[in-house]
């Protein structure tokens, strides 16, 4: 067995892979929502019909409150893209998209008695794709990989990490 | 704490800023900076491809990609001269209809409040109260059935101005139509009554100088509309036939594609009515209150058979040949009336029909599954209409071209035929994806409203409800009454006139007569005659 004295270059640079696809996944689909004058939340939240469902109702019965929703998803999500490609407040930015996949998740969950007419390009039970990049974005969270290779190396020093005393 | 969990927290704590960046350091901080480059090749090309695509396409098919500025004339006016209304028929519709002239019952704003506080998607009241103001007063009111008249004389006394609800002098009830008619206090008047008084009222109206907009189906009977035709033709007065769909943003919109040529030949057109419920099969509500002291039945029956008081004819005549036409005259109406807004297809030649009571078994004498052939054969193209009551299942309205299918309702997609001769090249050249449609046009995309009852849901997937101006949600019957009041004031001839109205009721009866005569039926023209 592995012992978990220290973390390998090749383990970080891993983390760091990890980290910047879900940052990539993150950009595009703000960047796709902003660039699509037909792209609405609406009828995503229209969907919701577990967990604060009536919320998101209210959201979208409101134009102005559905606008600022929609604005906020799509600022959300590419702050959070950037955020994670250049390892700029790792953390934070993996808090974020933790929240924000958990309100995606909500509105529409992969449980048994929830059916929702979105259309889904796999199968799912409890867990979907949402949960999964979810999951990974807490690993993220753990690990302070913007102090290897990212921006946070600067702003907060690079890990005191047997990384570089190895090197 | 274990002394390894201690050691590892002292790992991973910050360590203090080194004096001096190492050159390690910086090369590490930016290490992942590259990948934006990366990212924003990869995201314009990805753009400037779909942007090459989408400009082709809308070059070849002679589009913009901007929503349609498509706004009837008269709605863009403001009406300088008060018109002086009457109602004759007061029912679910014609109460609608005085809401879209701008008069309303204090209890409906109350239980759409209620509905609004329950189904907070439930809009209905923001979409009256941002009505546009009629310039209209509701003189005159008749109704054969006492509760009625009464509520639509409320609704006179409550006027929408300028997005508030005053009280003003409101109507006086007349008790006979023809009295209604007689008054000079009334310049035009809504006929929204049963279908066998249509030809009747409209006619005594045309005589009494007043304009006239009337409800779907224009007649009962060819021969009725014969006559209305030829009255209202040497008339001076405003005929506008209610079928509102004429405002929909997306068939307008339909009607310059075909325009373009951008389905190509057109040989078939396949409409439907899908329904599946008592409410959706005219099983309207009976009120309790209903009874032969407060109900007119023999004016009720005006022109139809004497027959002894039935509460069911009179709230449900919609089930009986005696009043109305069944699926021909309230449904094929408006999916024909659609049809001919968008193609120009003027009368059939021939039409087929045939049909029966396959679940509805209340009494009825009209079919409650129903299907009609039409065709043109100097347009080279067949009209279908296939109806049932009995399922929901939802069936569109479909323009089949050589080149491309278009499917209409309130929202519009136009999507090319992988055997076109036209888009060959721009499949070969992947400018056309098969899976994707060529076209598609959502009025009012970023929003998204409430249809709260099965019946409310048909209408609005047919085009029949709403339809968007500016971005925002409106009834398009209240645009249709508009229209019809701005041409009074101006003069002009409403989209639904009279020869679009003898068109409908011409082809709709040649369904009817089809199905009661058991063959199939032709129009002569020079007679204008079914034979």
Redesign the interface.
Known sequence: MVK?K?IASWQWAAL?LLR?VI??HF??EG?AKL?NP?W?S??YL?EAKWLFSGFF??I????QL?KIVDYLNIGGLIAIGLGL???FLVTPACIAGILLLLLYYVANPAIVGFKSSMPAEGSYLIINKNLVELAALVVLCFF?TGR???????L???????VSKEE | MTPEKIEKKEELAAAPLPPKLRRRDLLLAFSTLPVFGGFVAAWLKKRKFDERKRQALLKELGLSAEAPAILPEGTLKRSSQTIRLGIIGVGGRGEHLLRCAGFVHPRWIESRRREAKLNRLNRDLEIFLSQKDTNCVLTAVCDVFDPRAERALEASRHVLRNGQVVEEKGAKRFRHYQDLLNSSEVDAVIIATPDHWHAAMALDAVAAKKHVYLEKCMTRTAEEAVKLYEAVKSSQIIFQLGHQQRQQESHLRGRQIVERKLLGKITLVETTTNRNSPDGAWQYEIPEEASPENIDWEQFLGPAPRRPFDVYRFFRWRCWFDYGTGLSGDLLSHEYDAVNQILELGIPKYAVASGGIYFFKDGRDVPDVFHATFEYPDRELTLIYSATLASDRYRGRIFMGHDAWMEVGETLTVTADPESTRYKEMYLEEIIEPSLPLFSFRPGAKGIDAVTSASERYFATRGLLYSYRAGKRVDISHLHVLEWLDCIRDGRQPSCNIDRGFEEAITCHMATESYLRGRRVEWNPEERKII
């Open positions: 978990s220290g760091v910047v940052g990539w950009l595009y960047m660039f037909y609405s609406a009828s229209l109702t209210t979208v019965s409101n134009q559905l490609i250049a390892g302070p290897i290779a990212g921006l946070d190396r600067l907060f020093g690079p890990l005191k990490s047997k």
